[in-house]
């Protein structure tokens, strides 16, 4: 069979994606390859998916019809950019899908010339199928391209199309937050172990607690200040913790790391 799909990078995002992707019946195993620089987490690769593996970027541009997929940290993009530069004229004309933070489509485009560029930003509930990817389209892409992101994309979670002015944004927030809302459940369940809990019952009550809550919303559509107010009796325990969050910063610190992080994505890039 053809390879369709390749894959360079196959750490944390690209895992996610490559699981999901064969799980969904988007790829076929013998449709994809993915290149990794490590023999051990090659030999993983190819025994957990049976997918090709190799460690040269080059053979996945010159193999893969369909898409090339990177997930590289955005620190090796320039290296890998120089590396595949010699190829790419020999090679078929794939989508090229980059999650790379901060690196933007002028980059990509520059280091990929005249091939159709698809900029993305993921995140780890993508995982289990929870994630949410926003994308923009770069200027090669037609919409069959932007089908056939939607459709990779659309197999870990929900998608949504912005301009790119807004991916770093996007980043700060959606890609990043994962690991704020991590350290929310986490700090929940130290607050329940504070408060007398046995470890177990408070990170279950705190995942529990979390997860409800989105669902909630989700679900009822209300806003977040309507849920807020319906939780908290006057005179009652949750205004007594809301007082103390606003003492402590919490909100404000949750706008700045959104804001600190898109201007980090907007760094990565430079
Ligand atoms: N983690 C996240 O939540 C999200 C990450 N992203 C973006 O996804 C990208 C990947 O992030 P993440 O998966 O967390 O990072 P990881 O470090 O887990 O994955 C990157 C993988 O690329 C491999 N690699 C390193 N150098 C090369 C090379 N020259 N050629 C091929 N493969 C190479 C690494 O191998 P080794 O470890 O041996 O160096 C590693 O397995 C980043 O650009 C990030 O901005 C986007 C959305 C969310
Ligand atoms: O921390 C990072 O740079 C990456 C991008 C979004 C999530 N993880």
Do not use: W
């Amino acid at each position: 069979m053809t390879i369709r799909f390749g894959l360079i990078g196959c750490g944390v995002m690209g895992e996610a994606l490559l699981s999901r992707l064969l799980a969904r019946g988007v790829y076929q195993p013998s449709e994809v390859i993915v290149s990794e620089p490590l023999l051990a987490r090659q030999g993983f690769l190819q025994q957990e998916y049976d997918v090709t593996v190799t460690a040269d970027n080059s053979s996945v541009f010159a193999l893969a019809s369909e898409v090339v997929f990177l997930a590289v940290k955005p620190q090796v993009f320039s290296a890998i950019a120089q590396e595949l530069a010699g190829i790419l004229e020999a090679a078929y004309s794939p989508l090229v899908i980059s999650i790379l933070a901060g690196v933007s489509l002028s980059q990509l485009e520059g280091a990929f010339p005249q091939l159709p560029i698809v900029r993305a930003m993921p995140n780890t509930p993508a995982t289990v199928g929870a994630g949410i990817t926003a994308m923009c389209l770069g200027a090669y892409t037609n919409t069959k391209h932007q089908q056939i992101a939607q459709q990779i994309f659309s197999a870990v979670g929900e998608v949504v199309e912005v301009s790119e002015i807004l991916m770093d944004a996007v980043t700060g927030l959606s890609g990043s937050g994962p690991a704020y809302v991590a350290l929310m459940v986490e700090s929940l369940a130290d607050g329940g172990v504070a408060a007398g809990l046995p470890r177990v019952i408070a990170n279950q009550l705190a995942l529990q607690t979390v997860l409800g809550t989105a669902k909630l919303l989700e679900e009822s559509k209300i806003h977040p200040a309507e849920l807020k107010d319906r939780v908290t009796s006057p005179g009652g325990t949750t205004i007594a913790g809301i007082a103390q969050l606003e003492r402590s910063g919490f909100r404000s610190a949750l706008i700045e790391a959104v804001r600190v992080a898109a201007q980090r994505s907007l760094e990565l890039g430079k």
